[in-house]
């Protein structure tokens, strides 16, 4: 599912809220069975210190977690009759931890035994018009970095034996897309895409304010994903509670 907001980075928090509603609604149709409560965990991919990457890993800053209060003080502590139990991580790249992501998310899953798996990342997009402007959604999980030619280990019921659900927004696009996107409006022909694809120098594009994008992005992911693991809240139930 491909949802278009082309205002979706615009200040306008009552529009914020309508797309964390939608993206809520089509998330609960790609939800697993009929369960009244689910084990979930949300994984937020990406690299925090690199802003066009580090939009999952700001999502979990903006999602509402219950399994450790659940646990401890049952459900009653959100004064709720129904209550998922949502957890999640972040767990980097490799550069960093030595290990594949699949396979550290793979660890947490047998140790938390979850229901079904969330995995929210940056895209790389087709057209420069969906840069910070869509939000994708599959039931089929995703490849990490797959997009900026970087593909590590399949995030996938095959490879996890939970189902996996993928979040994204494309947050770069490659240079040579560009440019083609870019002539091909102004009716022109002739350049050549292998210039930006040579080896050592494949380039990707970002937008300059970026930063903030990324921000009003994870906000918008963070409470549409929370509101519909917590069916009985609003949207604005979670951002109090959140907040």
Same mark, same amino acid.
């Given at each position: 599912? %491909? ?13 914020? #809220? ?8 089509? &998330? ?7 369960? =009244?409560?689910?084990?979930?965990? *949300?994984?937020?991919? $990406? ?8 939009? +999952? ?13 659940? #646990? ?24 960093? %931890? ?6 550290? *998310?793979?660890?947490?899953?047998? =140790? ?5 798996? *969330? ?17 994708? &959604?599959?039931?089929? $999980? ?6 900026? $030619? ?14 996996? *659900? ?24 002739? @350049?050549?895409?292998?210039? @930006? ?6 380039? @990707?594009? !970002? ?14 992911? +963070?409470?549409?994903?929370? !509101?519909? &693991? ?14």
């Amino acid at each position: 599912v %491909t949802m278009e907001a082309p205002a979706m980075v615009e200040p306008d928090d009552d529009y914020h #809220r309508e797309i964390s509603e939608a993206l809520a609604e089509e &998330l609960l149709k790609m939800m697993p069975g009929e369960a =009244e409560e689910l084990s979930v965990l *949300i994984v937020g991919l $990406g690299n925090r210190e690199v802003t066009a990457d580090a939009l +999952g890993p700001q999502v979990v800053d903006n999602l509402l977690i219950t399994r450790h209060v659940v #646990r401890a003080y049952g459900k009653a502590a959100y004064n709720c009759t129904r209550m998922n139990l949502v957890s999640s991580i972040e767990p980097g790249v490799m550069a960093k %931890t030595g290990m594949e992501t699949a396979e550290i *998310i793979s660890g947490v899953v047998k =140790e938390t035994q979850p229901d079904v798996l *969330i995995v929210v990342d940056a895209l790389a997009a087709r057209s420069p018009r969906r840069l910070c402007r869509t939000v994708q &959604l599959s039931d089929t $999980g995703l490849i990490p970095g797959s997009g900026v $030619g970087n593909a590590r280990m399949a995030l996938d019921e095959e490879h996890l034996g939970i189902p996996v *659900i993928a979040v994204g927004v494309p947050t770069v696009v490659e240079a040579a897309t560009l440019c083609l996107d870019l002539l091909d409006q102004a009716g022109q022909e002739g @350049f050549d895409p292998a210039l @930006f694809r040579q080896e050592g120098a494949e380039w @990707f594009v !970002t937008p300059r304010n970026v930063d903030s994008e990324v921000e009003t992005l994870s906000r918008v992911l +963070g409470l549409g994903i929370s !509101t519909a &693991l917590h069916v009985d809240f609003s949207v604005e139930d979670v951002e109090k509670w959140i907040s």
